[in-house]
């Protein structure tokens, strides 16, 4: 029996071409017919969140909007029977924050086919810790390591390394033994770098545009959140037979580069999508971030915040001024 609770929600409104955020008191009855109404704990920030708290169009169409692309919680109604009433679930990518209501909101009501259980050991606020950005991260690396990526060959690199996605990569890469090279324009973010397991932090002006087609060779593989120039300049530096996973787009989604890198020493340029993936991929990510994967310091250094902090955080992320993971408690 399906019933109609008042909740608190991030929502953002579109006023004369001015996007704003507050909280509101809005229904369940106002979220979309979807088969599972699932009531959240923990959500967690992201890029794509900020953008469609800005009014990006090419993230979320139609105004007002609840933005949160990941979600963990309760199901508290199940149409389909599965996910059952009571079991706890994530919800990352898919359409979820982008045009269906988010996690920023108490609950969210999503198709059962979004549901990923939650990982033995894990409570909604460890998933939200890692979120999308995790997954991400994760993703990336398992993606250099199906390309063969390994210690012996070399520095691997890690751009954008201050940021959610870069960081845990940093720390997931150093404890699987790699030398990690964090790349960041966040200077005063060194330390904590160093600490999540970087042997050596360097500022963006190492993937600063160069002329030349080619560089000398100084990353064995690489990780690349950025996108853009940055990326452009990293793939010139890869060694031969060397990879780069590719995940965002913060500098740019125009990529201006030669063939060189790529038919003279035969690097390889992974894409990496955690939005549309199959739930058995992202099922099998989180299992491993539960398990031999897990990176606790990442884990101790997250920061909560309740939905009152929303606007300054997400502005934050569209002025480049934030790092490490955040984790949007609703109880706060």
């Known amino acids: 029996m399906t019933t109609t609770t008042k909740f608190k929600s991030w929502r953002v409104q579109e006023q004369g071409g001015e996007y704003t955020g ?17 009531k959240v704990s923990h959500s967690s920030l992201n890029y794509k969140d900020a953008l469609s708290a800005s009014g990006n169009k090419g993230v979320t169409r139609n105004f007002p909007h609840t933005p949160g692309i990941d979600a963990a919680g309760e199901v508290i109604e199940s149409a389909s029977g599965e996910p059952v009433v009571g079991s706890k679930v994530i919800v990352t990518g898919y359409d979820l ?4 209501d988010g996690g920023f909101g108490e609950y969210v009501r999503v198709p059962a ?9 894990w409570n909604g606020r460890t998933a939200m810790i890692y979120g999308t950005a995790g997954l991400t991260a994760g993703l990336c690396v398992q993606k250099l390591l199906q390309m063969g990526a390994s210690p012996e060959q070399g520095k691997v690199a890690v751009s954008g390394a201050s940021g959610a996605v870069g960081s ?9 033994g790699f030398d990690v090279v964090a790349i960041s324009g966040k200077q005063d973010h060194a ?7 970087a042997s050596e932090v360097v500022g963006r002006e190492a993937l600063a545009a160069e002329k030349k087609p080619m560089l000398k060779p100084v990353f064995a593989n690489a990780v690349d959140t950025v996108g853009g120039q940055p990326l452009a300049e990293l793939l010139k530096q890869i060694q031969p037979g060397g990879s780069v996973s590719c995940c965002g787009l ?6 201006e580069t030669t063939v060189l890198p790529f038919i003279l020493r035969g690097v390889n340029l992974l894409g990496v999508d955690s939005v549309e993936i199959p739930l058995a991929d992202k099922a099998a990510v989180w299992k491993k971030f539960a398990g031999e994967w897990a990176c606790p310091k990442t884990e101790a250094s997250a920061r909560d915040i309740g939905r009152g902090q929303l606007d300054g955080a997400l502005r934050a992320f569209l002025k480049g001024e934030s790092s490490g993971k955040i984790v949007l408690d609703h109880a706060l």
């Open 22 to 38: 507050s909280e509101q008191t809005v229904s369940t009855s106002d979220l979309p017919a979807n088969e599972v109404l699932i």
């Open 97 to 100: 924050g982008m045009n269906t």
């Open 113 to 121: 086919s979004w549901c990923v259980a939650l990982p033995q050991g």
């Open 168 to 176: 845990v990569a940093v720390e997931l890469l150093s404890k699987l």
């Open 191 to 197: 330390d904590e770098l160093k600490a999540l397991g």
């Open 250 to 255: 913060v500098a740019g989604p125009q990529l």
